[in-house]
Every structure is written in C-alpha cells, then in structure tokens.
C-alpha cells in the first residue's frame, strides 16, 4: 500500500524554531517534505523517523539533519518526547559554519545523525530557550539574532558533538561515550591532553571511562592515545623531511626519547630504521 505523501510548498524567510512535548501516540497524519532544512533535536525522550525508506530510532541529546525535499515521518512510540524543531535555509549557514563542519558544504548534501554528550546538553538546552524566547519577541531584529543563534549552535556542535564519520575505524562499539573519547582522541592527540580531559569529552569519571572503554576496545585510554600518536608519527616519517624530534612533539609526544622506545615496542624498529625502509 503506497504511503500518503504531502509536499510543503511555502518557504521560510528566516530561521524558525518549534518547541513542544508530543505525547505516546502521537503521529504525523502524512509522510512529507519541504523546501529547507530541518534540524531536529531530541531533548528528552524518544522517537521514531522514517527518513526515505530508512528507520531510526532517536533518544534524548541525538539531532537529525534533513535537507529539503527529503520524505521523512516521525512516530513516537516510546513515551512522551520533548523535541525541538529548527528550520533554516541553504543560505542562514555562513561560511565560517560551513568550513568548520565535517565534510564542509558537503554535510548539508544528505541525512546526518549526530549526538551531543550527556555533559554539554544542558548548553545546548539554554541556547534552545534563548533562540525560542527571541522567536517569541519577533521584532525587526529577531531574523538577525536567530541567525546567529544558529550559527553559534552549529559552532558548538562541531566542538562537542559525535559525528558518525568521526568513529574510528579501530573502535567497534556503539557506546556514545568511548566514541566520543576516541573522538575527542583522534582529535587531539598533538596536544597534551589527560585522561581527566578526555573524560570531560566523554561525559564521564575517569575511572568509569576507563573501565568502559578497555572494554569496547580491548586497551587502555592510554595505550590507545599512544597509539594513535605513533600512528600519526609514523606518516610524518615517511611524508616529511623533519627530525625525529620535530615529529614526535607535533604528535604530542613529550620527548624523543620517549617516542622512539615507544615507537620501537610498536614497530620493531627505531624510527630513523622505519623511515629508512
């Protein structure tokens, strides 16, 4: 049986922001599309979307990026959900947003999933309140304020949040919090990070992320950030004419002699002998 289809033909002149609870039970009477973009965010809660013949179930702190003429239907299956619903134009995304995002343009070209950590959502929340409150204002400098609004919401999206093309290929869990460690990692490896700093990342103690993520990925955080340096030092070798020296402290390595045991326990070789070879 086909599915009942409705096309929003109006546009939008501005950034829009909706703000609501949908009860259990609740359903959209038709599969549609629009225009513009929809972000959609779940504040608390859980819901269902048919994004084209795709299903996805979302929970509190996951966002869903849907460009314009995207058929997509929402159900909620699961209990009341706050949800918050912004929709902007191609044109309300500055090219500082657009070069900071992954992918660049491209991230606005199909359905993007992507989750803020349990420890930055309550920051997320109060931008959805100012945001609402100026909508409510609506004077002639509202369409201005929410654009900016917007802009500062993507900004703060690219700092916290756990895009799926930023899990690494080596880490094989579902668990948001250690891919959001290993994100933070990945990241940051060059600098002199912690494990208190990356547990700030994931939302967690230490010790609790810890535990948590030598079980997802069968190593410490530590074994794991060391790793990732090395591997990102060994490209540098075999890419560049610096000194060893040079290498080992762009990749966050305290010292050389540091990195070269560290680098010969991986390898099996110095690596001066790597970049020989």
Not at 7 to 24: L, N, Q, Y
Not at 119 to 148: C, K, N, P, T, W
Not at 257 to 276: H, I, L, W
């Amino acid at each position: 049986m086909h599915k009942e289809i409705r096309t929003r033909t109006s546009g939008i002149s501005r950034v829009h922001i909706e703000r609501a609870v949908r009860k259990a039970g609740y359903s959209m009477v038709v599969q549609h599309d629009h225009p513009y973009f929809e972000l959609y965010y779940v504040e608390r809660g859980a819901c269902r979307f048919m994004i084209d013949d795709n299903m996805h179930d979302l929970r509190g702190g996951d966002f869903v990026l849907i460009p314009p003429r995207t058929l997509h239907f929402t159900r909620y299956l699961f209990g009341a959900c706050k949800r918050v619903d912004i929709y902007f134009r191609s044109e309300d995304v500055s090219e500082a947003v657009l070069s900071a995002l992954p992918q660049g343009a491209d991230f606005f070209l199909q359905t993007q999933i992507f989750q803020v950590p349990d420890a930055y959502r309550d920051h997320v929340a109060a931008l959805f309140s100012r945001m609402a409150a100026e909508a409510r204002i609506g004077d002639a400098q509202s369409a201005q304020i929410l654009y900016f609004q917007l802009q500062e919401l993507f900004l703060l999206c690219v700092r916290v949040c756990t895009f799926s093309q930023d899990v690494p290929a080596d880490i094989h869990t579902a668990d948001r919090q250690v891919l959001l460690a290993a994100r933070f990692i990945s990241k940051n490896y060059m600098r002199a990070i912690t494990a208190a700093d990356i547990a700030t990342a994931a939302g967690f103690s230490p010790n609790y992320l810890s535990r948590k993520f030598r079980e997802a990925a069968g190593i410490s955080i530590h074994e794991y950030l060391v790793l990732t340096r090395l591997r990102h030092a060994a490209t540098e070798l075999v890419s560049t004419d610096d000194t060893v020296t040079q290498i080992a402290l762009r990749c966050g390595f305290s010292g050389s002699n540091y990195f070269k045991d560290a680098f010969k326990k991986k390898y099996g070789m110095t690596p001066s002998e790597y970049r020989n070879e």
